[in-house]
């Protein structure tokens, strides 16, 4: 009897994860001659009681096992597999999401794909037969995600970059280099990196067909704006490599994520503060410095928004949204003293010259305007980091 380890990492899985095991159990009948063990591998923080339901049906089935795992989804993943291959000794080593997204029927097609000789089966919603059952703006992201992915990072024959719906030997685990592939990371980036990270590895590799639906019950914990951010920046980091670039771009936009998203949002504001402003005084009639002064609360008042539910999303405060609006309006503020202060100092030391490009002249004060950026945006990053977006868990 061949034996299939099935990896299920959950979250707060409360509402799916018996209904998700009965349908992986279910799948025996359609795989005969297989033994089928699963491995829930419940994240430490996971409080809603979905290890007591996996508690409680593993004493009836000794083939469910529970893993409490560290926290990501990466960690779910991996350490169930290493505790799969330990404990189990699985002919082929597979993985579901646990939120009832993917039908169980796939697990049929995957581990037949690696009995066939394949070393990797990966499910998909874009070969024929697989169907995307996901809202319209899911469905763009999850094929904007594959599209970049395959022809950014490769490898081009492969469709399906970023579900969960996978299987392979355990010898082909083994070779993956896990100090390598960003595992342990709080994102769901593992599931290309995994992929590439196998490619790398020598995967012979195969496609199935897979039905991606909405969840069962519960809601979605992909942060799709941060995934797309991790997307693009592991994508890139693997062709820098390509082209013989060891810049650690991944790891250094991992740790510079929030600045940089802080940065686009501020570039979003100039944008914003530059078409009000010239609204104000072609359509308006104002003089240019109320319509400055205007502009740039409309800017402000974007900015601060954008901070708010994207760039400082998860950060614990104690004070209120029009609190912390009023205190951002006084640290941009603080930034605009610093600009002024910057170009009159410019302004007194070089004078209203002009630089000669050869095919048009440039006057010195549009590079007053661009010298205030870096100090000012330093300022206004570091104010409200420590100050109107500040950790408070206590």
């Known amino acids: 009897m061949k034996r299939v380890a099935v990896v299920l990492p959950t979250y707060n899985e409360k509402a799916n994860i018996e209904k ?127 599209l970049f992915c395959r022809f950014l990072m490769g490898p081009s024959d492969i469709s399906e970059f970023t579900n969960s719906a996978r299987a392979f030997t355990p010898e082909l685990f083994q070779k993956i280099n896990l100090k390598r592939l960003p595992w342990r990371e709080p994102t769901f980036i593992v599931q290309p990196a995994f992929l590439h990270e196998a490619i790398l590895a020598g995967a012979k590799y195969k496609e199935v067909p897979l039905v991606f639906k909405n969840r069962l019950e519960g809601y979605s914990k992909n942060k799709v704006f941060n995934y797309t951010y991790d997307v693009i920046a592991y994508c890139l980091d693997v062709r820098l490599k390509k082209w013989g670039i060891n810049f650690p771009l991944y790891k250094v936009s991992r740790r510079a994520k929030t600045p940089v998203k802080f940065g686009l949002v501020g570039f979003t504001g100039t944008v914003v503060d530059f078409i009000f402003y010239k609204i104000f005084i072609i359509y308006l009639g104002f003089p240019p410095a109320t319509s400055k002064g205007f502009s740039a609360e409309i800017a402000i008042i974007n900015n601060f928004f954008l901070n708010n539910f994207w760039t400082f999303r998860y ?71 420590f100050i109107t977006w500040r950790n408070q868990d206590d």
């Open 20 to 146: 998700t095991i009965e349908k992986v159990l279910e799948q025996g009948k359609n795989l005969p001659g297989w033994e089928i063990e699963i491995v829930v591998s419940d994240d430490i923080r996971s409080s809603d009681g979905t290890d007591e339901i996996v508690k409680r049906l593993s004493l009836k089935n000794k083939t469910i096992h529970l893993l409490k795992a560290q926290s990501g989804l990466g960690v779910g993943l991996i350490e169930g597999h290493q505790y799969a291959a330990l404990h189990l000794k699985p002919d082929v080593l597979a993985q579901m999401d646990a939120d009832g997204q993917v039908n169980a029927d796939v697990l049929v097609r995957l581990v037949k794909a690696v009995d066939d000789g394949y070393d990797l089966a990966i499910g998909s919603r874009f070969v024929e037969g697989g169907e995307n059952q996901l809202t319209f703006g899911r469905k763009l992201f999850t094929y904007g995600a594959s």
């Open 315 to 385: 950060r614990k405060t104690k004070t209120s949204l029009w609190q912390k609006l009023g205190i951002f309006n006084m640290v941009s503020l603080g930034g605009l003293v610093i600009a002024v202060l910057i170009v009159k100092f410019l302004h007194l030391t070089y004078g209203d010259g002009f630089v000669d490009l050869g095919f048009r002249k440039v006057a010195f004060n549009n590079f007053y305007f661009f010298a205030t950026i870096p100090p000012v945006m330093l300022w206004n990053f570091t104010m409200n980091h």
